[in-house]
């Protein structure tokens, strides 16, 4: 038998997703067969799948140890030394700035070093993130960029803070601005570019049409970037890119599609003189972060705007 105590962290969510993250080793079909046979219940009485679990409620499983088998916890973290710069933080939210070079979550490979390893290492040497205290929650990536993209990202401290931010990145209550450099002069000095995004797994790869592809239909998400230029060198234009959709590689394949790829991406294009000129990775950076209106635990953010300055922008430094 085991007793669990619903914390901070674990109340809001299903019964179901509660032991599903808490117990990793239960096999779901088992665990729906004990929920209905009352050997999972909640406050001593009977639990429902769907059942919300509040702070304070004590879920009971008289079940077999074989399935209570709680997920190692990798204390990997305790030992980075975090790199990324913060731009804003409070209780509930740390807005990070990402390196270049650093992946946001771990990749197939396994990589231990990447951001939300070191937020974790950094809350906990805050004392802000005590694992042993929590059940299923860790702290958590609300949105992620590519390794070689650097820029803003927003990590939550908690899981009602998660919660809120993934609604309002859901419900585009949160706007996202990059800025890039892109190769040529832009036909209009200000435009929406809409298109359909076609993702290759096995290259990694991701392919924009302006109309949808006949046959390819399902595996198609349509695509919507705005941008706006801001400089042009005569060779070169420097743009700020709002992201109204947020699909895989949105930015550096939509721009590649219109014949303006972005300077140094040798994943879209051909980088070899862009590497002569000391581009070593895409001129993208994530830059500015707008909160819209929310009525949730991060409505004291409503209408605030976030953003880098051009010195913490490496590209624009050249």
């Not at 962290?9 to 239960?26: H, L, P, S, W, Y």
């Not at 009977?46 to 074989?66: K, N, Y």
């Not at 088998?69 to 209780?91: S, W």
């Not at 298109?195 to 949808?212: E, I, M």
Request: proline share 3%; net charge positive; glycine share 8%.
């Amino acid at each position: 038998m085991r007793i669990l105590t619903i914390g901070k962290n674990d109340a809001g969510q299903r019964v179901d997703k509660f032991i599903r993250k808490t117990f990793e080793n239960m096999p779901q079909s088992m665990m729906y067969k004990f929920i209905r046979t009352k050997k999972i219940k909640v406050n001593r009485k009977r639990a429902e799948i769907s059942q919300m679990l509040c702070e304070g409620d004590t879920v009971e499983l008289f079940v077999p140890e074989d399935f209570l088998v709680q997920g190692q916890k990798d204390d990997f973290y305790k030992n980075i030394v975090p790199t990324f710069g913060i731009v804003y933080e409070d209780d509930n939210i740390i807005i990070c700035n990402k390196p270049v070079g650093l992946l946001s979550h771990s990749d197939t490979d396994g990589e231990q070093n990447t951001l939300i390893e070191q937020v974790k290492s950094y809350l906990w040497k805050k004392g802000e993130y005590d694992p042993d205290a929590e059940n299923s929650f860790a702290p958590a990536l609300c949105n992620r960029i590519d390794r070689n993209t650097g820029g803003i990202v927003t990590a939550a401290k908690n899981a009602e803070a998660l919660r809120d931010m993934n609604e309002r990145i859901r419900v585009r209550s949160v706007s996202k601005y990059y800025v890039c450099m892109v190769h040529g002069r832009m036909e209009q000095k200000e435009a929406t570019l809409t298109g359909y995004l076609t993702k290759d797994g096995d290259t990694n790869t991701v392919s924009v049409s302006k109309v949808p592809q006949k046959g390819h239909e399902r595996e198609q998400k349509k695509i919507v970037t705005k941008y706006r230029v801001t400089d042009y060198d005569g060779h070169d234009s420097t743009l700020e890119i709002e992201l109204v959709t947020g699909r895989t590689h949105q930015i550096r394949a939509h721009m590649a599609s219109v014949g303006h790829p972005l300077i140094g991406d040798g994943k879209y294009a051909e980088n070899k003189k862009d590497r002569a000129r000391g581009y070593s990775h895409q001129a993208l950076y994530s830059y500015r972060l707008v909160f819209g209106q929310g009525d949730d635990a991060l409505s004291y953010l409503n209408g605030r705007e976030f953003s880098l300055s051009r010195d913490e922008i490496p590209f624009l430094k050249k």
